[in-house]
T-cell receptor, first 115, second 114 residues
């Protein structure tokens, strides 16, 4: 079974530029999560999708971050414009969905550096 | 709000030593508790979990017991190997609604020397 795929693996941009990350969850998984992991900290949830609907985006900085999950499969997370403090690893995870006991499976992450 | 506090790292041990990584939590209700591991260059992987008080999660020689009275979920292994070198994260998931987000601790870096 293929795992959660993310691209790119690394990205370096200047502040005020835009950037987008892509995630392909495990086939058949209804729930998709984006987490932000700042160096030295644990991951923090940015947004949770159930199919193509948003369940929780309370910690997503909506003035600069946006995310979508068209057709309930792949997802894109965008930052526009980026700030220095957005430097982090962005993790995508998926779970079968519908049950709180589901295991979340994580992708390898995208490491973003904002200069 | 919900939070997780982990033992500060890094932790350096010799092969075959006993490992304990402390984890305590603050949460309303009855959360599920998890340990995730992140090997160098890889994504987070679930190591073990416990969904109710007094449950013991175990995997690959690692164990952790959900202690409601002390709000703890300490990770232990009797004899570590070099291959156990990784960052370990304690996490909780609040029980309720359809929000399944994980709240993580800061992580503990473990290095095992031969």
């Amino acid at each position: 079974e293929a795992g959660v795929a993310q691209s790119p693996r690394y990205k370096i941009i200047e502040k005020r530029q835009s950037v987008a990350f892509w995630c392909n969850p495990i086939s058949g998984h209804a729930t998709l999560y984006w987490y932000q992991q700042i160096l030295g900290q644990g991951p923090k949830l940015l947004i949770q999708f159930q199919n193509n609907g948003v369940v929780d985006d309370s910690q997503l900085p909506k003035d600069r971050f946006s995310a979508e999950r068209l057709k309930g499969v792949d997802s894109t997370l965008k930052i526009q414009p980026a700030k220095l403090e957005d430097s982090a690893v962005y993790l995508c995870a998926s779970s079968p969905g519908g049950w709180e006991t589901d295991t979340q499976y994580f992708g390898p992450g995208t490491r973003l550096t904002v200069l | 709000g919900n939070s997780v506090t982990q033992m500060e790292g890094p932790v350096t041990l010799s092969e075959e030593a006993f490992l304990t990584i402390n984890c305590t939590y603050t949460a309303t209700g009855y959360p599920s508790l998890f340990w995730y591991v992140q090997y160098p260059g890889e994504g987070l992987q679930l190591l073990l979990k416990a969904t109710k008080a007094d449950d013991k999660g175990s995997n690959k020689g690692f164990e952790a017991t959900y202690r409601k009275e002390t709000t703890s979920f300490h990770l232990e292994k009797g004899s570590v190997q070099v291959s156990d070198s990784a960052v370990y994260f304690c996490a909780l998931r609040y029980s309720g609604g359809s929000n399944y987000k994980l709240t993580f601790g800061k992580g503990t870096l473990l290095t095992v020397n031969p």
